[in-house]
């Protein structure tokens, strides 16, 4: 049987150049199915706060809400490496508090790391968090919690004086004993000189094709929901959205017009009614 990912087999992936493979997933199927196609890595992440749970910003996203997250991930891929969000607030509070965090996250959760956005000021964090057993993943260029201080969503690395910063924040983040590093929204030339400046695998998400690995967000894999825009760095490969909204229209319609159901959907009376039993009960595995 399959094990999930090691952190010591993820980081050896870069020097095999094995591409790496990363999705979003935030429930049991998407998981499930993840898994079943042979992801190497599953984040939750707190992106769910704008695909899931509808808010504007990743901002309003609780500890709460990414531990129960995390549960039904880890239930729907229960062979693959699990990585889940600390979000927003909860470290850079100091080493005790951002361990607390950190901990009910894999210790209810179920997560096998933790990531966290920010540079050489998570340092101190970090090697908390990593002396106490909790792998730490970390995530330089566009960092959505801090999206009312960067100025909004964009992109990231365009000047000598922000590359500069993030190749010596991703050393920052290596030497304080990261097993990886996710690059948002960073040019691809700096992406690239990031990766090869630090020996720990770098996973983009609109960073080009330099990176050590790419990650993509299920929803903006499958077009799935009713809202789903184009961005440059995605590419879709299934159009869900349209698929499911067809097919619920479909139900409407027949529902409207009562052809559905049908005479193969409903049940009938015996000749001499008696208790249903086995598979004739409403409930039962065989009449669902």
Do not use: W
Request: a negative charge; aromatic letters at 6%.
């Amino acid at each position: 049987m399959k094990k999930p990912l090691s952190i010591p087999k993820f980081k050896a992936m870069k020097t095999q150049s094995a591409p790496i493979a990363v999705l979003t997933a935030y429930d049991y199927p998407s998981a499930r199915l993840a898994e079943e196609a042979g992801v190497d890595v599953i984040l939750v992440g707190d992106s769910l706060g704008n695909v899931v749970l509808g808010y504007d910003t990743t901002l309003p996203v609780t500890l709460d809400d990414m531990i129960y997250h995390t549960r039904a991930v880890v239930r729907g891929a229960p062979h693959t490496l699990v990585v889940t969000d600390m979000p927003f607030a909860t470290y850079r509070l100091g080493p005790e508090s951002t361990l607390r965090h950190a901990a009910r996250i894999m210790r209810e959760g179920g997560a096998h790391a933790v990531k966290m956005e920010g540079g050489a000021d998570l340092a101190e964090e970090i090697r908390r968090l990593t002396a106490s057993g909790i792998p730490v993943l970390g995530h330089l260029g566009l960092t959505p919690q801090s999206v009312h201080q960067i100025g909004g969503y964009r992109v990231q690395g365009k000047t000598k004086e922000e590359a500069d910063r993030l190749i010596a924040d991703a050393k920052a983040l290596e030497e304080a004993g990261v097993f990886g590093i996710v690059l948002e929204l960073v040019v691809e030339p700096v992406a690239a000189a990031v990766t090869e400046a630090v020996s720990v695998p770098t996973i983009g998400i609109g960073a080009g094709r330099g990176c050590d690995g790419q990650v993509i967000v299920f929803h903006d894999l499958l077009k799935y929901g009713s809202d789903i825009r184009d961005k440059r760095f995605v590419q879709p490969y299934a159009d869900l959205g349209a698929t499911i909204r067809d097919a619920i229209a479909r139900y409407v319609g027949d529902v409207k017009e009562r052809s559905f159901p049908q005479e193969k959907h409903v049940f009938t009376m015996q000749s001499q009614p008696e208790q249903p039993s086995g598979s004739d009960s409403l409930y039962g595995g065989g009449s669902r």
